[in-house]
Every structure is written in structure tokens, then in C-alpha cells.
């Protein structure tokens, strides 16, 4: 019971980062972009509720607008790592034979690499865009992803159910969508669903580096770099509000996937 309450909280909070994201328009009260010498350095109050920047920017919008750009990241990144793994992985184990050990030695060879290593490298390589870091991420969290599904579709070849197809004369590819890859889909969906918010700090570690997501564009990263850099003591919270809407969402995600492993349980035998 304790963590299906941790979960529904979490999804609660992933619900509202996400709807900041979306309407990031209507609920930010202020131009993240804009410049107000006047009001610079302004603390947490009634005017703006997390204070502004050393160049006037409400604090507040930028968090939120900050949430688009993470969570654009996130989201997207992982999604597209979650289809390709699942689809390499899927393949790779029910050709089996050569394809299968080149395919697995691949991903070992990219796994053997940590992700943050492995985005440095292809944002250094080719600049700093929000485009490139999704391609970092989905770099990274792909092999992972493939391992996985890989692992699931060897269990579910193996069942009575798969045999009878073969044996009326089914294709492989409708083995592979009848009855494969809807028995791995909640086994990657609880993987990808964690590996959001590992998403999120890869990304905030990229921006806090430098490769990350281009200023002027707000993001969670490149916002606890700026007021990290030089304002953390006569200005924390530039530093504490966005370090905490990352922190938060980050841990939400990881504990929604912990609840989706407990709901779709996908250690328990495959059905079809």
C-alpha cells in the first residue's frame, strides 16, 4: 500500500510537470526571456514568488518554461531509445545465430561506456543543441533498452503458446507482434519510465557543463549552472528552485516506475 501511494503521488507530480510543460504559456506569469535591470536580484516574495536573476527574469517563468525544455528532452529521448531498443532487442533475439551475437556484442560494447561519457562525447563532437542531446541520450539509454527487451523476447520464445503458433503455420512477424512484443511491452515500459528521470540528469549535467541546451532558452541544468557559477551565496535561490524542481521530478519518475513494476509485475510468467 505504501508504495501505491508513492506511486500515485509521483504521478501526480509528473502530471503537473507535465501540464507546466504543455501550458507553459498560460501558467507562467511572466516572459522568461524578458529583461528587467529594475528588478534584479529580487529575493522570493509576493511580486515573484521565487525571486528573479541577475538579469530581472522571473525565477518562476523560467522554471516552468524549464520544464519544456527538460522534459522535452526526457521524455522524447527515452522514448525513442524505449522503440529502438525494443525493436533491436526484439530482432536480435528471434533471429538468433550470427545476427544475434553481433547484435549483442554491439550493445555491450556501448554499454560498457557511461552515459554521461558517452553524451559528452557526441555533444563536444558535434556542438551543444537540444537536438544533439536527445541524440546523446537516446546513444546511451538504447542498449540498455535492447538488453532488456532481448532477455524478455528469449523467455516468451520458449512458451507453449509461441510453439503452437509456429506449428499452424504463423510468420514470424506475427509471432513477433501477436504474441512477443505485447508479453515485453511492460517490461520496457517500467524501464523507460525510471530511466526518464536518469534522462533529466544527464541533461542537467550536460547544461551544467556547458553542452546542454543553449542559453537564452531556459532549462533546469543550465539555470542551476548560472546561479551555481557565481550568485550561489548572495543569490541561492537561482540555484535552489530549479535544483529542486529537477530533483523532484527526477525522483517522481523513479518512483513511478517502481510502482509500475509492482503493478504489471513483469517478472510473472508470460500470457498471451
Given at each position: ?8 503521488i509521483?504521478g ?24 528587467d ?16 536573476d ?28 524505449a ?22 556484442r ?6 560498457a ?18 537536438r ?20 524478455r523476447?528469449?523467455?516468451v ?30 517490461s520496457?515500459?517500467v ?10 540528469v ?7 557543463l ?20 557565481l550568485?550561489?551565496?548572495t ?8 535544483g529542486l ?8 519518475f ?14 510473472r510468467?508470460?500470457?498471451?
Amino acid at each position: 500500500m505504501g508504495k501505491r501511494w508513492l506511486g500515485m503521488i509521483a504521478g501526480c507530480i509528473v502530471m503537473v510537470a507535465i501540464a507546466c510543460a504543455v501550458g507553459a504559456e498560460v501558467i507562467a506569469p511572466h516572459d522568461p526571456l524578458a529583461h528587467d535591470p529594475q528588478n534584479r536580484f529580487v529575493p522570493p516574495g509576493a511580486s515573484f514568488i521565487m525571486g528573479t536573476d541577475n538579469f530581472g527574469r522571473d525565477v518562476f517563468s523560467r522554471v516552468v518554461y524549464g520544464a519544456r525544455a527538460s522534459l522535452g528532452v526526457g521524455v522524447l529521448s527515452v522514448a525513442i531509445a524505449a522503440l529502438l531498443g525494443t525493436a533491436l532487442g526484439t530482432a536480435s533475439a528471434f533471429a538468433g545465430g550470427r545476427v544475434d551475437l553481433v547484435g549483442q556484442r554491439l550493445t555491450d560494447t556501448l554499454t560498457a561506456f557511461p552515459a554521461i561519457v558517452t553524451a559528452l562525447v557526441l555533444v563536444a563532437a558535434f556542438g551543444p543543441s537540444v537536438r544533439m542531446v536527445m541524440i546523446a541520450v537516446v546513444v546511451a539509454f538504447t542498449p540498455q533498452v535492447t538488453r532488456l527487451a532481448r532477455a524478455r523476447c528469449l523467455e516468451v520464445k520458449e512458451q507453449a503458446y509461441v510453439e503452437a503458433a509456429r506449428s499452424v503455420g504463423a510468420s514470424g512477424v506475427r509471432i513477433m507482434l501477436r504474441h512477443i512484443l505485447p508479453n515485453t511491452a511492460g517490461s520496457v515500459l517500467v524501464l523507460a519510465t525510471g530511466y526518464v528521470g536518469q534522462a533529466l540528469v544527464l541533461e542537467a549535467a550536460l547544461s551544467y557543463l556547458g553542452f546542454g541546451v543553449p542559453p537564452p532558452e531556459p532549462s533546469w541544468g543550465r539555470m542551476i549552472f548560472e546561479g551555481a557559477r557565481l550568485y550561489l551565496e548572495t543569490a541561492p535561490w537561482l540555484t535552489l528552485f530549479p535544483g529542486l524542481a529537477l530533483s523532484l521530478v527526477a525522483l517522481s519518475f523513479a518512483l513511478l516506475g517502481e510502482a509500475l513494476r509492482d503493478t504489471l509485475d513483469p517478472v510473472r510468467p508470460a500470457r498471451h
